[in-house]
């Protein structure tokens, strides 16, 4: 059933002159009836009927590529000893066509928010090394821990791990594309508040602290987002 449908232009079709041979047609009936289609409605005839042609024995003859729409409207009256098993075969492959088109663009779509983490994180890292360093000017002895902490903190709060869980190897790699994006914005709050606090000089336990506050309070607007997913 996978060879019914093609990819034509990112939209699956399917080709008149098989849809001809699979329902037991001739391929000029199935020509009158997509003009007919066009005569009662142009607009939608336009958006879901592509002219292109086929060669028999050296002559070009002109067919159609249809999308769902159209192969539907244009089956909706096809009765016979076939036609039914051949309509749940086109449904069929038409749904597995899109279902393989949403997994590559879902899979699109997370590589490239994976990237864009990759790069907040990045920044993040960076702003965390000088919040390390500024611990250590105030007296810090065990500053480095922040590393680990804050990410960990992180995580805690948008609820991917629990508190005192240990943080797997690969970890950010098995998120899916909705937890991506908002540890990507918790980890963007985190930075800011870092920020803000280094700057107006508050001592580096409170600046942890503040941080922890506004992911935390991220992390609550965000909730009901990630219940309504699970």
Same mark, same amino acid.
């Given at each position: 059933?996978?060879?019914?449908?093609?990819?034509?232009?990112?939209?699956?079709?399917?080709?008149s002159v098989l849809v001809a041979k699979k329902f037991?047609?001739?391929? =000029?009936?199935?020509?009158?009836?997509?003009?007919?289609i066009f005569e009662a409605d142009e607009d939608f005839?336009?958006?879901?009927?592509?002219?292109?042609?086929?060669?028999? =024995?050296?002559?070009?003859?002109?067919?159609?590529?249809?999308?769902?729409?159209?192969?539907?409207?244009?089956?909706?009256?096809?009765?016979?000893?076939?036609?039914?098993?051949?309509?749940?075969?086109?449904?069929?492959?038409?749904?597995?066509?899109? &279902?393989?088109?949403?997994?590559?663009?879902?899979?699109?779509?997370?590589? &490239?928010?994976?990237?864009?983490?990759?790069?907040?994180? =990045?920044?993040?890292?960076?702003?965390?090394?000088?919040?390390?360093?500024?611990?250590?000017? &105030?007296?810090?002895?065990?500053?480095?821990?922040?590393?680990?902490?804050?990410?960990?903190?992180?995580?805690?709060?948008?609820?991917?791990?629990?508190?005192?869980?240990?943080?797997?190897?690969?970890?950010?790699?098995?998120?899916?594309?909705?937890?991506?994006?908002?540890?990507?914005?918790?980890?963007?709050?985190?930075?800011?508040?870092?920020?803000?606090?280094?700057?107006?000089?508050?001592?580096?336990?409170?600046?942890?602290?503040?941080?922890?506050?506004?992911?935390?309070?991220?992390?609550?607007?965000?909730?009901?987002? =990630?219940?309504?997913?699970?």
């Amino acid at each position: 059933m996978n060879d019914l449908v093609v990819l034509t232009n990112g939209v699956p079709m399917v080709d008149s002159v098989l849809v001809a041979k699979k329902f037991g047609k001739i391929h =000029r009936d199935i020509m009158d009836a997509i003009h007919r289609i066009f005569e009662a409605d142009e607009d939608f005839w336009r958006v879901t009927f592509y002219t292109t042609s086929y060669v028999v =024995r050296g002559k070009e003859y002109p067919s159609f590529m249809m999308t769902r729409d159209g192969f539907s409207l244009l089956a909706m009256g096809f009765t016979g000893k076939d036609a039914m098993k051949w309509k749940i075969g086109y449904i069929n492959a038409f749904n597995a066509m899109e &279902q393989a088109l949403k997994k590559d663009s879902d899979k699109l779509e997370w590589k &490239q928010a994976r990237i864009q983490s990759k790069e907040v994180r =990045r920044n993040v890292t960076d702003t965390i090394k000088d919040f390390v360093d500024y611990a250590i000017a &105030q007296g810090s002895g065990s500053a480095s821990k922040y590393y680990m902490n804050i990410t960990k903190m992180e995580y805690a709060a948008l609820e991917l791990i629990q508190s005192k869980e240990k943080v797997p190897s690969g970890f950010r790699d098995t998120l899916d594309l909705l937890d991506l994006c908002f540890l990507q914005a918790a980890e963007q709050v985190c930075r800011a508040a870092i920020k803000e606090g280094m700057e107006r000089k508050f001592p580096y336990k409170e600046i942890y602290l503040l941080a922890k506050e506004r992911v935390t309070k991220y992390a609550e607007t965000v909730t009901f987002a =990630r219940i309504e997913k699970k």
